[in-house]
C-alpha cells in the first residue's frame, strides 16, 4: 500500500511516540510534541517527517477535554467505561471488516492503554448508507441504551447540507452532551475521493460546543494535491478507507488522546443556546420490536403486519399486507420522523402521512439511489409541541406495492431554530 504500509508496521514517526493500531499498546502516557511542531512549522524532509505533519493535520481541535480525561481516569481506575462509535458505513468497518476498522482498532487501544482487564466496553453503531439524520433517531437505541461514556461520531461523508442534516447532526451531540454520566464526544470527518465532506458546518457545530475533532480530510488532502498519496493507497472505492485507511484513522485517534493528556483541565459547561439549532434532540423512536414510548405509541396496525422482515439495524418492520387501512400512532411532539426500507425498484411502493386528519408529506420507497437500506425522512417539523393522531396510508396505486415501514420517530421540543 506504498506509503500507508509503513503505519501498518508502527512507524509514524518515533517523536510522536504513538503505536500501531492493531499492535500492543504502551501504558506510558508520557508524550513529546516537540516533533509535530517542528513537523508543521517547516516543509517535510522525509517520509517520517510528511507522516508526523499528516498526523498533527489531522487533529483539527482538541477542544474541551475535562471530560474525555475523566473518562479515561475512570478506565484506569478500574471503573467501568463503554467506548461507543455511531456513524455510516466506515464505521460499520466497510471493506476492512469488524475487526479490522478504525472503531475496533482504536477501541483496542484505548482498552490496552487505559483499561484494567475487562473493565472497557464496545459499541459499534455504525450503519451502511445512514447520515446524522437516522443517527439521530436511532441513538437512544444504539448508543445511549448502553450508556457510551466516550461516543465518537462519524458522518461527514453521508450527511447532506440542508437543514434538516444540520439540526439533526447538532441534535444528536447535544443530545449525547446531556446525559446524567456527562460523556464525552469526538467528531471525526472523513472525505470521498472527489473531495466531498460535510465537515465544514460539523467544525462549527464542534468548535459551538468546544468538542475534539478529527479531520481525515485535513491530513490526507494535501498529501493527495501534492503527489506524495494517491486515494488508491487509501481507499478501494470511493469513501471507504482500506485495511491500511482504517490503520491511519486509528492513529489520527491515538495522537488525539495523547494529546489530550497533557491538555490544561478546565471545567465543560454546554452552551444555552445553539449553533444551528436542535429541534430533534431526545428523539424517541417505535419500532415493531418497542411500539411504545413516553412520546408517542401505536395504536392500529390497520392492513400492515409486524413481520421479522426489515433492514440494517431494524430486524422487524410493519410491511403493507392486503386492504388500505392505516397505521396509526398517538403522539405529543413537535417533530416526526417516518424510517422505512427504500429500493431502486417499481415494486416499492409509496405512503402518505397524516396529522390529525391533514396529509403532511408523501414519501415514495422506489428512490434511483436506494438499496434496501434503512431510510429516515421527516414529514413535519412544527415550533410547538402539539398532541397527534399520525396515520400511514398507502398512496393511490401502491396497495399492491412494497411498503416497509421500520418505525416512527418523533421528538418535543419548542422552538429552537
Not at 475512570?74 to 478504525?102: L, P
Not at 447532506?160 to 452532551?177: C, F, G, I, M, P
Not at 444555552?272 to 418497542?290: C, H, I, K, N, W
Not at 393522531?389 to 406495492?401: F, L, M, T, V, Y
Request: aromatic residues 8%; hydrophobic residues 35%; charged residues 25%.
Amino acid at each position: 500500500m506504498k506509503r500507508l504500509t509503513m503505519i501498518g508496521a508502527a512507524v509514524l514517526s518515533a517523536a510522536l511516540l504513538l503505536t500501531a493500531c492493531g499492535d500492543t499498546a504502551q501504558k506510558s502516557t508520557a508524550t513529546d510534541t516537540s516533533a509535530v511542531s517542528e513537523a508543521v512549522s517547516k516543509a517535510p524532509e522525509t517520509p517520517e517527517k510528511f507522516q508526523a505533519a499528516m498526523v498533527s493535520r489531522s487533529l483539527y481541535s482538541l477542544g474541551n477535554t475535562s471530560r474525555l480525561k475523566a473518562k479515561l481516569r475512570q478506565a484506569q481506575s478500574g471503573e467501568d467505561m463503554t467506548v461507543a462509535y455511531i456513524g455510516g458505513s466506515i464505521t460499520r468497518g466497510e471493506t476492512a471488516g469488524a475487526e479490522g476498522c478504525y472503531a475496533k482498532l482504536s477501541y483496542n487501544y484505548i482498552a490496552e492503554k487505559y483499561g484494567t482487564c475487562d473493565n472497557v466496553k464496545y459499541v459499534n453503531a455504525g450503519v451502511s448508507g445512514t447520515p446524522s439524520v437516522l443517527g439521530n433517531l436511532r441513538l437512544q437505541k444504539d448508543v445511549l441504551d448502553y450508556n457510551a461514556d466516550i461516543v465518537f461520531v462519524e458522518f461527514a461523508v453521508n450527511d447532506a447540507q440542508d437543514n434538516t442534516h444540520k439540526e439533526s447532526y447538532e441534535s444528536l451531540v447535544r443530545t449525547v452532551l446531556t446525559q446524567e454520566n456527562d460523556p464525552a464526544v469526538v467528531l471525526i470527518f472523513n472525505r470521498t475521493a472527489n473531495g466531498y465532506t460535510a465537515q465544514e458546518y460539523m467544525k462549527e457545530i464542534g468548535d459551538y460546543y468546544s468538542l475534539p475533532m478529527i479531520s481525515v480530510a485535513d491530513a490526507l488532502t494535501p498529501e493527495f494535491d501534492e503527489g506524495r498519496m494517491t486515494w488508491e493507497d487509501y481507499s478501494d472505492d470511493q469513501s471507504h478507507p482500506n485495511t491500511e485507511g482504517h490503520k491511519l484513522l486509528c492513529s489520527f485517534i491515538e495522537n488525539l488522546l495523547t494529546q489530550a493528556e497533557n491538555a490544561p483541565d478546565e471545567e465543560y459547561t454546554l452552551p444555552p443556546a445553539y449553533r444551528f439549532g436542535y429541534p430533534f434532540m431526545d428523539s424517541q423512536l417505535v419500532t415493531p420490536e418497542a411500539p411504545t414510548a413516553e412520546l408517542i405509541s401505536l395504536t392500529d396496525t390497520g392492513s400492515f403486519e409486524a413481520v421479522e422482515q426489515g433492514a440494517t439495524d431494524f430486524p422487524t418492520s410493519w410491511k403493507l399486507s392486503d386492504g388500505t387501512d392505516p397505521l396509526k400512532f398517538k403522539a405529543t411532539a413537535s417533530s416526526v420522523f417516518l424510517l422505512f426500507k427504500r429500493n431502486n425498484s417499481d415494486t416499492m411502493g409509496s405512503f402518505e402521512v397524516y396529522i390529525n386528519g391533514a396529509k403532511v408529506k408523501t414519501i415514495h420507497s422506489n428512490q434511483k439511489d436506494g438499496w434496501n437500506e434503512p431510510y429516515s425522512e421527516l414529514a413535519i417539523k412544527f415550533q410547538t409541541i402539539k398532541d397527534m393522531d399520525i396515520e400511514i396510508r398507502p398512496a393511490e396505486g401502491s396497495e399492491d406495492k412494497n411498503i416497509t415501514i421500520l418505525g416512527v420517530a418523533v421528538a418535543a421540543q419548542e422552538s429552537t431554530q
